[in-house]
């Protein structure tokens, strides 16, 4: 699909959805360059946190246990990211957890095998995500409101608690 006639900031758009998460965009023809359309990272990351929200207010509506909430809220962050961000997080934390000087880091983080380092830097990712929605389950509407928006995948905070 040409999509070269759309306004530059949709095309931005269109390239961040389609690139940090799994929503089918990348076959489309745009003229703007990747570095150019990261100022729409943000909005991305509010989709993501939508598909969580959403899962975590209906599941919770529908008198699922909070924990249980919270573990189904996570895994659709990570069905929708298709863990983008947590294959960074591994690649990452074998690097330089496994390496001294550059070039072994280097080496490391091109190989697709997770390593020890990677598998701790997931587990504890996963349980701080799941801690923090699992503490928001608990709060009222207005909070849960604003976790949607401003949840582990999305957008920081700008307004005080």
Known sequence: MADEHLPG??????????FFTRIPLRDRKLSRRFADALWAMPLAGLIVELAVGIVMVTTIAL?????????LALASGVLVTGGLHDDGLAD?????????????????????SIG???????ILSMLLRWTALWSAAG?????????????PYGIKPTFPK
């Open 9 to 18: 900031p949709i095309q931005d758009c269109l390239l961040c959805i389609g």
């Open 63 to 71: 008198g699922l246990r909070p924990e249980i909430s919270s573990a």
């Open 92 to 112: 990452l934390a074998d690097g330089f957890g496994g390496a001294h000087d550059r070039e072994t880091k280097l080496t490391i983080v091109r190989n697709s």
């Open 116 to 122: 020890s380092y990677g598998v701790m830097a997931l």
């Open 139 to 151: 709060q009222d509407w207005a909070c849960r409101l604003r976790h949607l928006y401003c949840g």
